[in-house]
């Protein structure tokens, strides 16, 4: 039976412009995301998708609904949630080994600290660079860095905003195919947020398509695809593109139903 680790009811999120207006960021979502599996989430600019992010991370709140992980509501942020953002955001002054760490400090009751910085960092396959600092490294890198920080705490659940963005097509293709094999090998419970549709694609067991603001759920689509999906000969195969065609023509009449 699929078991729902993050629960989603009725959730909608509205702040306040300076006008005193409100502004609807969210609108009425409902989602389960089972625990193991990789969601992606994808839908036009200002749709939402960080705001709906940010709620499960804890870091904004709902103006209406719930989120709950296992049950218990989400009412701020906790170990049990990591992030990796699109800016690397290390800490300069840090080598690699010692960014990792930062991932662990603040957490009481680690005994296996050691062995936690060595697995992650093995997964990210950094385990040759721990004293190196990150304006030795390059952008692909240093987000490797941001995942095996992210990874060290061994959260339930690793929350992904546009985290290859900042990274050239060659090191945004090179950092999803490590993605899809350190999730497989860890069946870690990822929520993913991309502009890519290709990436969207490859990386997720769900792909969730919203909505223009205020940002409602379009479409939640099972991919079904064979993995690795980075093989050449996955990609080119009929269903990757109807899948591709698909996600497209629906964000293409979000876009035309924005301008109207």
């Given at each position: 039976?699929?078991?729902d ?19 609807v ?18 839908g ?11 709620v ?59 062995k ?8 990210v396959?950094?385990?040759d660079?721990?004293?190196v ?43 999803r ?17 991309t ?13 969730v398509?919203?909505t ?21 000969e996955?990609?080119?195969?009929h ?22």
């Amino acid at each position: 039976m699929i078991r729902d680790l993050i629960s989603i009811q009725n959730l909608s999120v509205k702040f306040m412009l300076p006008s005193g207006e409100d502004l609807v960021a969210l609108r009425d979502i409902t989602l389960g995301i089972h625990e193991g599996e990789f969601l992606t989430i994808v839908g036009p600019s200002g749709c939402g998708k960080t705001t709906l992010i940010n709620v499960v991370a804890g870091l904004v709140w709902p103006s209406e609904g719930q989120v709950t992980l296992d049950g218990v509501a989400i009412t701020g942020p906790g170990p049990d949630r990591a992030m990796v953002f699109q800016e690397y955001a290390l800490l300069p002054w840090r080598t690699v080994e010692e960014n990792v760490r930062f991932g662990i400090e603040a957490l009481p009751g680690i005994t296996d600290e050691e062995k936690r910085i060595s697995d992650a960092l093995k997964l990210v396959g950094l385990n040759d660079f721990r004293g190196v600092y990150p304006r030795q490294l390059s952008g692909g890198m240093q987000q490797r860095v941001g995942i095996a920080r992210a990874l060290v705490a061994r959260p339930r659940i690793l929350l992904m905003d546009e985290p290859f963005g900042a990274l050239d097509a060659m090191g945004r293709d090179v950092m999803r195919s490590e993605l899809e094999e350190i999730a497989a090998e860890t069946r870690q419970t990822v929520m993913f947020v991309t502009h890519s549709i290709d990436e969207a694609i490859q990386l997720g067991d769900r792909i969730v398509v919203m909505t223009a603001r205020p940002g409602e759920m379009k479409e939640i689509i099972e991919v079904g695809l064979p993995r690795p999906r980075y093989d050449a000969e996955v990609r080119s195969e009929h269903g990757f593109g109807e899948l591709r065609e698909h996600i497209w023509q629906l964000l293409r009449e979000q876009a035309e139903e924005a301008t109207r």
